[in-house]
């Protein structure tokens, strides 16, 4: 059965395209939970309501999950802007990254 760590470290290969730092660091995942041995739920967000990337960064998590952890045959993931996403939700590597103190 895949881990939520499993999962979390698949989700590190995931980045937006616009910004140098994958999705976990960047604090946009809000939640992972194992539904079977084949499905995974993300629960996500992204750095702006109207990114125009949204898709593209969800079909990712769906690939890097698929890919990256064995079993797993289904991903869903549900986009949400509650509560929005905010730099304080970076990662401390993140913001050297980024250059934000």
Do not use: H
């Amino acid at each position: 059965m895949p881990t939520v760590e499993q999962v979390m470290e698949a989700l590190k290969n995931c980045y937006d395209p616009e910004i140098p730092v994958n999705i976990v660091d960047l604090g946009l995942v809000y939640d992972v939970k194992i539904i079977d041995d084949k499905t995974v739920y993300v629960k996500m967000t992204l750095t702006a309501p109207g990114c125009p990337v949204g898709a593209f960064v969800a079909e990712q998590v769906k690939e890097a999950v698929m890919t990256l952890v064995e079993g797993v045959e289904r991903v869903d993931v549900e986009l949400t802007f509650d509560p929005p996403w905010t730099p304080d939700r970076m990662s401390d590597e993140a913001r050297e990254i980024l250059g934000i103190v």
